[in-house]
C-alpha cells in the first residue's frame, strides 16, 4: 500500500522569500504524485501533477516540483511567496491506473509581512 | 468549464439522524470520488464509481455508509444513525478515465458537525 509523509506540520515564511515544502511517499513503482491546495473551510485546488517524463513539472501560480525516484520525494517548490499563497498544502499519491489517492497529513503555510 | 459541485455546504444534525449529501461531478467526468477529511488530516478514501458502477469501497465505510450514483451523473452519500465520529468534512471528486490519466478535482466539500 502506498503512503505520504509531510514531514511539516507547519512553516512560517516571510513575504518574497522562497518556499519549499517536503513531501516524501511510500510505493513499489513509479507512482503518480500531485500537490493539491487548501485554503480554509474550502475544498482541495490541484497544482501540479506528475504521471511521467520531465522530473521537473510546473504548475499554477508559479508552484514547481521536482520528483527524485532516488529519495523517494515530490517536493514543491516557490521562488517568492506572496501572502495570498498562505494555506494548506496536500501530497498524495496515486498507484499506476490509479483509482484513489493517498494523502499526506498537510503542512500548513504561514505567511509573515 | 463548471467545477464540481457539492450540496449542502453545511450540514448541522443530531446524533442518529440520518443525512444525505449531493455532488454533481464535471459533466464529461465518468469517474466520481467520495473523500472524508477529519481536522488537522488529509482527505481519506470512501469509494468511487466509473459512471454508475461503485468500484471500490474502502473499510471506513461502514455499513451505515451508503453512496449511490444512479445514472452515471450525480452522486449521493447517506449516513444513517449519524454518531459523534462522522463529524468531518466530507469531499467528492472527479475525473475522466479514458484519455490518458487525468488528474482528480475537487468540489468545496459538505461540512458535518454531530451535535
Known amino acids: 500500500a502506498q503512503s505520504v509523509t509531510q514531514p511539516d506540520i507547519h512553516i512560517t515564511v516571510s513575504e518574497g522569500a522562497s518556499l519549499e515544502l517536503r513531501c516524501n511517499y511510500s510505493?513499489?513503482?513509479?507512482?503518480?504524485l500531485f500537490w493539491y491546495v487548501q485554503s480554509p473551510g474550502q475544498g482541495l485546488q490541484l497544482l501540479l501533477k506528475y504521471f511521467s517524463g520531465d522530473t521537473l513539472v510546473q504548475g499554477i501560480k508559479g508552484f514547481e516540483a521536482e520528483f527524485k525516484r532516488s529519495q523517494s520525494s515530490f517536493n514543491l517548490r516557490k521562488p517568492s511567496v506572496h501572502w495570498s499563497d498562505a494555506a494548506e498544502y496536500f501530497c498524495a499519491v496515486g498507484a499506476q491506473g490509479y483509482s484513489t489517492l493517498t494523502f499526506g497529513k498537510g503542512t500548513m503555510l504561514l505567511v509573515s509581512p | 468549464d463548471t467545477g464540481v459541485s457539492q450540496d449542502p455546504r453545511h450540514k448541522i444534525t443530531k446524533r442518529g439522524q440520518n443525512v444525505t449529501f449531493r455532488c454533481d461531478p464535471i459533466?464529461?467526468?465518468?469517474?466520481l470520488y467520495w473523500y472524508r477529511q477529519t481536522l488537522g488530516q488529509g482527505p481519506e478514501f470512501l469509494t468511487y464509481?466509473?459512471?454508475?458502477?461503485?468500484?471500490?469501497k474502502s473499510r471506513l465505510l461502514s455499513d451505515r455508509f451508503s453512496a449511490e450514483r444512479p445514472k452515471g451523473s450525480f452522486s449521493t452519500l447517506e449516513i444513517q444513525r449519524t454518531e459523534q465520529g462522522d463529524s468531518a468534512m466530507y469531499l467528492c471528486?472527479?475525473?475522466?478515465?479514458?484519455?490518458?490519466?487525468?488528474?482528480?478535482?475537487f468540489g468545496d466539500g459538505t461540512r458535518l458537525s454531530i451535535l
Open positions: 459533466s464529461e467526468h465518468n469517474r
Open positions: 464509481f466509473q459512471n454508475e458502477a461503485q468500484l471500490e
Open positions: 471528486a472527479s475525473s475522466h478515465v479514458g484519455q490518458g490519466q487525468q488528474p482528480q478535482h
Open positions: 510505493y513499489g513503482a513509479t507512482p503518480y
